[in-house]
């Protein structure tokens, strides 16, 4: 991994992931933020209503995740759906709590967030 690549990923927040579609099988490119807890990486998204991204890495956890804000590179990556409401529970503690501007809002609390929310993590083969 080049040093601005492993910089990239400890300082950016913005990317963008391509998917493979769970149904149609095309690839689906969207732009996402990604988080670090402990030298893991995660994508989540907000609580809410069912995620297309999320149901892609379900069905084809193999995927592309594109820095783009300080440096550019293509990564390929592998998706681990969490499911466990333990493990859960330990990751979005940590995600969640410099995040307190997004948790305070009704219905966004972080039981909620636990709750409904898809969570990935991230690995880099």
Not at 83 to 96: H, S
Request: net charge negative; aromatic share 10%.
């Amino acid at each position: 991994m080049s040093d601005d690549t492993a910089t990239a990923l400890a300082n950016d927040r913005v990317i963008d992931i391509t998917t493979i579609g769970r149904k149609s099988g095309q690839e689906r490119r969207i732009e996402i933020w990604f988080h670090r807890l402990d030298g893991r990486y995660f994508i989540t998204g907000t609580p809410g209503r069912p995620r297309d991204w999320y149901a892609n890495l379900v069905a084809n956890p193999g995927f592309t995740f594109h820095l783009k804000e300080t440096t550019t590179a293509d990564l390929p990556a592998v998706a681990r759906p969490i499911t466990d409401p333990a493990e859960r529970e330990k990751v979005f503690a940590g995600l969640l709590a410099p995040l307190t501007d997004f948790t305070t809002k009704p219905g966004q609390e972080p039981e909620v967030w636990v709750s409904t929310s898809p969570l990935v993590e991230v690995t880099f083969p």
